[in-house]
T-cell receptor
């Protein structure tokens, strides 16, 4: 068990550029979550996947944000046309949940995060 | 919607003193409650969780928390603070079927020698 990994750990970009972050979950985990954490605040839920399916995306911050998990393993979070307000830590977490919604909430294990700075 | 409120954005204790970090929750359904710790420039690490079993939950590093439904609270305690406990602590709530976990704003714990 190597834990949840995220890449890159730090990203500096100019306003208007697109950025993509990658998350590799714990290998046997079927759920993957993305959060945003701004300075002095707790993580804010963005979206989550069960296997390949994106089951919740209404909390993505705008249509500039999108996420994929094409093969049910790693996931990417893309921000298009970045704005200075997008500067934050982006956290990924994974968990193992039972089949279907009645499977219950597995403990979420977090990665180290990607810190984004938009200039 | 569920939510948590952490009372006190900063708590300072002396090494060896009791640690008490406060968390109150709001939920219309039976809650699942969590405490996570975050060290600088790192992700969150689970300290403990309440999932409707025993109301007194023991976690890692000597921390424990008690679920009090009548007070809608889930305060985190540790009998004796250690310098290594200095970090940011987050309380979070979810329900059994909703994967939308809501976090509090966090409490920064400082431990003085």
């Amino acid at each position: 068990d190597t834990g949840v990994s995220q890449d890159p750990r730090h990203k500096i970009t100019k306003r208007g550029q697109n950025v993509t972050f990658r998350c590799d979950p714990i290998s046997e985990h079927n759920r993957l979550y993305w959060y945003r954490q701004t300075l002095g605040q707790g993580p804010e839920f963005l979206t989550y996947f069960q296997n390949e399916a994106q089951l919740e995306k209404s909390r993505l911050l705008s249509d500039r944000f999108s996420a994929e998990r094409p093969k049910g393993s790693f996931s990417t979070l893309e921000i298009q046309r970045t704005e200075q307000g997008d500067s934050a830590m982006y956290l990924c977490a994974s968990s193992l949940a039972g089949q279907g919604l009645a499977g219950g909430l597995g403990t979420q294990y977090f990665g180290p995060g990607t810190r984004l700075l938009v200039l | 919607a569920q939510s948590v409120t952490q009372l006190g954005s900063h708590v300072s204790v002396s090494e060896g003193a009791l640690v008490l970090l406060r968390c109150n929750y709001s939920s219309s359904v039976p809650p699942y409650l969590f405490w996570y710790v975050q060290y600088p420039n790192q992700g969150l690490q689970l300290l403990l969780k309440y999932t409707s079993a025993a109301t007194l939950v023991k976690g890692i590093n000597g921390f424990e928390a008690e679920f009090k439904k009548s007070e809608t609270s889930f305060h985190l305690t540790k009998p004796s603070a250690h310098m290594s406990d200095a970090a940011e602590y987050f309380c979070a709530v979810s329900d059994r079927y909703n994967n939308d976990m809501r976090f509090g704003a966090g409490t920064r714990l400082t431990v003085k020698p």
